[in-house]
């Protein structure tokens, strides 16, 4: 469990707090609400949110390594394998191993694979990338500004919270 000290909610003014929550229960909704069409999508075609994630980024992206894949959704290769086991033995895609370096494995929509991503007329990252596309650039431009500012302090709460404190 990650152990964070944050200051107390009266450390807040009222305006502040309510900002705060606020940002938080849009950023909780933004969320579900991807994974909730995800799965939505997913389930009608026999697939599961990871494999239809796979499946659509293969077909906009074109092949990519097993590495890259686990980069772009944000899992670990030992987790992106096993879907990627799965989409194989249902035929969706093919490990194909690189000419120019061999220990590279590249991950290939086959013809049911191509056919299927086809079938799906709108991912749910693409409503996403529509309601974004909407914006005014300089709107755009501040939201990616916070987004990657929140991502880095993310990861910097979490890595020092995960990093061993001496006793004193």
Known sequence: MISLSTPPR???????QRDIDKIVETTVYLYTE????????????NLTGPQLTVVKMLQHLGDLSLSELSE???????????????MEREELVRRVRSKEDRRVVHIKLTEKGRSLAASVPIAPMEIFQAAIASLE?????TVLRILLKLAGRID???QASNTPQSEP
């Open 34 to 45: 991807s994974r909730r069409l995800t799965k939505e999508v997913a389930r009608a075609r």
């Open 10 to 16: 009266s450390a807040f003014s009222d305006g502040v």
């Open 72 to 86: 772009r959704i944000r899992a670990g290769n030992s987790t992106v394998s096993g879907i990627i086991d799965r």
């Open 137 to 141: 650039a300089e709107e755009m431009a």
């Open 156 to 158: 910097e709460l979490v």
